[in-house]
């Protein structure tokens, strides 16, 4: 199983410096399985990590491996 974690900042924050607006998790088909807003805020990145550790857990017996790639992008303004 493929995942990707994509971190949204803001458009003038090319750099990821700042706060971030939104973090979602798309499966290996880009559709959107997790989604959450202002995750700075409301610990998004312990949320999504909790998520991934369900998924981990749901394969354990399983012989798929769970594959995580992470991306950030300044286009937040968007989900606002």
């Known amino acids: 199983m493929k995942l990707k974690i994509?971190?949204?900042y803001s458009e003038e924050d090319p750099e990821f410096f700042?706060?971030?607006f939104c973090?979602?998790?798309l499966d290996s088909k880009g559709k959107s399985i997790y989604f959450k807003y202002d995750s700075y805020h409301d610990k998004g990145q312990e949320k999504?990590?909790?998520f991934i550790d369900g998924i981990k857990y749901?394969?354990?017996?399983?012989k798929e491996k769970l594959i995580i790639e992470r991306e950030?992008?300044?286009d937040g303004e968007k989900y606002t």
Not at 58 to 62: A, E
């Open 6 to 8: 994509i971190t949204h």
């Open 18 to 20: 700042s706060d971030y």
């Open 23 to 25: 973090i979602e998790i």
């Open 48 to 50: 999504v990590e909790g």
């Open 58 to 62: 749901s394969l354990l017996k399983t």
């Open 72 to 74: 950030n992008k300044a």
